[in-house]
């Protein structure tokens, strides 16, 4: 089995932090586990720390300043290049504390350590460094759904070196050999907080780059989180109405599989019964219109491939292959005939 290691930076993620370490302390073990804090404050965080500290994990202090959040690539850089000093491992994973890693099967989308670590089985041996290029992101409101978010995610095999690492890890590369190799993977992405704590990220986040009582220099600033600007100009009811209509993805396998790890938590979607009731690879289609349903199918990935033979001729994973493109291109996904979309 591959060993991964983690290396994660974070200041006062309350809401997921104890979420991220289970998470990935089940799939890799807490030892593989490096977290950088930013100078948290939070008496919750720093006892969060303290406990998964005792239980194996790295964490690291030093890196506590706003300027040490601007370089985060750098130190990450830094650790990846210690890992490969010291060796014993076969893949470095830098991530986001809201970013919790999937794999696609044959059946849909798997968060379980079989599949997870089968998939980075396949992967040894290869040089280039290795990336997804969507992400799914939460739909706040409706836990387990997500929507497909396009931008690629990136990481490492041991010893491949890199010369950058960018601060949102989309372009890392190998030292060894240019390019990158595809994957199976991808991140159920808990971007879209509930809007209270949105804001008090971005707030965090954007504190020291520019002044928040401002409006004008607000919608000016093109720099560090200038993506969470809008969320300054927008009210909850405006926050959630983005999400009202669409097409989405859902996911009862992720919410039943972080009940399973032992959380109750409204955010995550656990307090609240799904079915199926146990872990399973299955995912739903949900059309939504002014918040109403419109359908809720399974994702058939058999039938996919047999409606979609150029999928399977390339090998794609079904369920990868339509978040990717065949959503956008209106491909079928299943034998049933959908309902008329109403005008």
Same mark, same amino acid.
């Given at each position: 089995?591959? #060993? @991964?290691?983690?290396?994660?930076?974070?200041?006062?993620?309350?809401?997921?932090?104890?979420?991220?370490?289970?998470?990935?302390?089940?799939? +890799?073990?807490?030892?593989?586990?490096?977290?950088?804090?930013?100078?948290?404050?939070?008496?919750?965080?720093?006892?969060?720390? #303290?406990?998964?500290?005792?239980?194996?994990?790295? *964490?690291? &202090?030093?890196?506590?300043? *706003?300027?040490?959040?601007?370089?985060?690539?750098?130190?990450?850089?830094? *650790?990846?290049?210690?890992?490969?000093?010291?060796?014993?491992?076969?893949?470095?994973?830098?991530?986001?504390?809201?970013?919790?890693?999937?794999?696609?099967?044959?059946?849909?989308?798997?968060?379980?350590?079989? =599949?997870?670590?089968? &998939?980075?089985?396949?992967?040894?041996?290869?040089?280039?460094?290795?990336?997804?290029?969507?992400?799914?992101?939460?739909?706040?409101?409706?836990?387990?759904?997500?929507?497909?978010?396009?931008?690629?995610?990136?990481?490492?095999?041991?010893?491949?070196?890199?010369?950058?690492?960018?601060?949102?890890?989309?372009? *890392?590369?190998?030292?060894?050999?240019?390019?990158?190799?595809? %994957?199976?993977?991808?991140?159920?992405?808990? &971007?879209?907080?509930?809007?209270?704590?949105?804001?008090? &990220?971005?707030?965090?986040?954007?504190?020291?780059?520019?002044?928040?009582?401002?409006?004008?220099?607000?919608?000016?600033?093109?720099?560090?989180?200038?993506?969470?600007?809008?969320?300054?100009?927008?009210?909850?009811?405006?926050?959630?109405?983005? +999400?009202?209509?669409?097409?989405?993805?859902?996911?009862?396998?992720? @919410?039943?599989?972080?009940?399973?790890?032992? +959380?109750?938590?409204?955010?995550?979607? %656990?307090?609240?019964?799904?079915? $199926?009731?146990?872990?399973?690879?299955?995912?739903?289609?949900?059309?939504?219109?002014?918040?109403?349903?419109?359908?809720? @199918? $399974? +994702?058939?990935?058999?039938?996919?491939?047999?409606?979609?033979?150029?999928?399977?001729? =390339?090998?794609?994973?079904?369920?990868?292959?339509?978040?990717?493109?065949?959503?956008?291109?209106?491909?079928?996904?299943?034998?049933?005939?959908?309902?008329?979309?109403?005008?």
């Amino acid at each position: 089995m591959a #060993r @991964v290691r983690c290396v994660m930076m974070q200041k006062d993620e309350n809401l997921l932090l104890n979420a991220w370490f289970r998470y990935y302390g089940y799939l +890799f073990g807490f030892e593989n586990l490096v977290v950088l804090d930013n100078g948290s404050r939070d008496p919750s965080v720093l006892e969060t720390l #303290r406990m998964y500290e005792r239980a194996g994990a790295d *964490i690291r &202090h030093e890196h506590n300043r *706003i300027e040490d959040f601007q370089t985060k690539g750098t130190h990450v850089r830094n *650790i990846i290049a210690e890992w490969d000093l010291c060796g014993g491992y076969d893949f470095a994973l830098p991530v986001d504390c809201d970013e919790f890693l999937a794999v696609y099967t044959p059946d849909g989308l798997s968060c379980s350590r079989t =599949a997870v670590h089968r &998939h980075f089985d396949a992967l040894t041996g290869i040089k280039q460094a290795f990336r997804f290029r969507v992400n799914l992101m939460n739909v706040p409101g409706r836990p387990g759904c997500f929507q497909p978010n396009h931008y690629q995610k990136t990481f490492l095999a041991a010893g491949t070196g890199t010369e950058q690492v960018d601060r949102g890890f989309h372009a *890392i590369t190998s030292s060894a050999e240019g390019g990158w190799t595809d %994957t199976n993977f991808t991140f159920l992405h808990m &971007h879209n907080k509930p809007f209270a704590d949105l804001l008090r &990220h971005a707030r965090n986040k954007l504190a020291n780059s520019v002044p928040l009582d401002d409006p004008e220099a607000l919608r000016a600033h093109k720099g560090l989180g200038s993506h969470l600007i809008p969320y300054f100009f927008m009210t909850e009811q405006d926050y959630h109405e983005r +999400f009202t209509s669409g097409v989405f993805l859902r996911i009862p396998g992720f @919410v039943n599989h972080m009940r399973a790890l032992g +959380f109750s938590d409204d955010y995550l979607g %656990t307090q609240a019964p799904l079915e $199926p009731s146990n872990p399973t690879d299955a995912v739903q289609i949900l059309g939504l219109k002014a918040d109403e349903f419109e359908h809720i @199918v $399974p +994702f058939d990935g058999e039938a996919y491939r047999r409606l979609n033979p150029d999928v399977a001729a =390339a090998g794609f994973a079904p369920l990868r292959h339509y978040v990717e493109y065949g959503m956008q291109e209106g491909r079928r996904f299943t034998d049933f005939q959908l309902p008329q979309t109403n005008d």
